[in-house]
């Protein structure tokens, strides 16, 4: 994976800002961090005080984007590595055939995941509110597409 994504989401980000400041509540460079984690990249904890935009890519493509707010350490750290929960990256994979080619399945998913995917997090100070969360994955849901995200794609420009 190239620093392409990672600098394309630092100028997301720039833009969410002067939107934000534009709006009368400004998220400014202070209150978040773009954290990130690579390819192969671990899974980690939700830092306290923090929520969280996350975004999965593989070979430069969006998979999944999501949002955790600070009470929501399982959905950031584990649940899109396994089949627990509803929605899950892991679950998305494995029912999608075009997948099938790289050998990840239902019991190597979370490996697969973590070895084949670029994880990026985007770290936002708990007090920004919930609307500052929204706000980001809803522009970084416009800038990328990611595939997995089906009902909000089905009708639009793509």
């Known amino acids: 994976m190239s620093n392409a994504i990672v600098d394309k989401v630092k100028n997301i980000m720039d833009i969410v800002c002067r939107l934000s400041t534009e709006l009368g509540n400004p998220i400014t460079e202070k209150d978040y961090i773009i954290e990130d ?3 192969p990249h671990q899974s980690s904890q ?5 929520c969280a935009v996350y975004m999965f890519f593989y070979k430069d493509e969006a998979l999944k984007i999501g949002k955790a707010n600070e009470k929501s350490n399982a ?3 584990s649940q899109h590595y396994g089949f627990n929960a509803s929605s899950t990256l892991a679950k998305s994979l ?3 055939k075009s997948m099938w080619e790289t050998e990840m399945n239902g019991e ?3 490996d697969w995941i ?3 995917t670029h994880r990026i997090n985007i770290l936002v100070d708990a007090s920004c ?4 969360i929204e706000l980001i994955e809803a522009v970084m849901h416009y800038a990328f597409n990611p595939r997995y995200e089906g009902a909000l794609h089905r009708k639009g420009r793509r």
Do not use: E, F, Q, T
């Not at 509110?129 to 500052?132: F, K, V």
């Open 94 to 96: 494995v029912a999608d």
């Open 129 to 132: 509110g919930d609307a500052a």
């Open 46 to 50: 939700l830092p306290k005080g923090k």
């Open 108 to 110: 190597n998913a979370s």
């Open 114 to 116: 973590k070895a084949n």
């Open 37 to 39: 984690r690579g390819c």
């Open 75 to 77: 959905r950031y750290s």
